[in-house]
């Protein structure tokens, strides 16, 4: 039951465009709800550098990120995790980001 959770969400991060991927990276480095092993304020920086490389609209104004529905919906998913599985959704998410694609 709880690695469905986990496939579940790996799915949903496979549908997704390369700037939504970063829009959630940013969201789980940045929130105080997740429970990361990895530096947070590190990826956090590096996710947003490259989201600004790509995105006009992140470089020049503040995103509300909660217009952006599947962003949210997963972070809900994301908080919902143990922390051993929302290490397993980051692992596989910061490893899957690549702006190049």
């Not at 991060?13 to 709800?33: F, G, H, V």
Request: hydrophobic content about 40%; charged content about 30%; proline content about 1%.
């Amino acid at each position: 039951m709880e690695t469905d959770k986990v496939k579940y969400l790996i799915d949903m991060i496979n549908d997704m465009n390369i700037k939504d991927k970063l829009r959630l990276a940013i969201c789980m480095s940045n929130s105080s709800y997740t429970n990361l092993k990895y530096d947070k304020p590190k990826m956090f920086e590096k996710f947003d550098s490259m989201l600004k490389e790509i995105d006009d609209e992140y470089k020049t104004t503040l995103i509300n990120f909660a217009k952006y529905h599947l962003i949210m919906f997963a972070m809900a998913k994301i908080m919902e995790m143990t922390k051993e599985e929302q290490n397993q959704i980051a692992l596989y998410l910061f490893n899957n980001i690549n702006i190049y694609d």
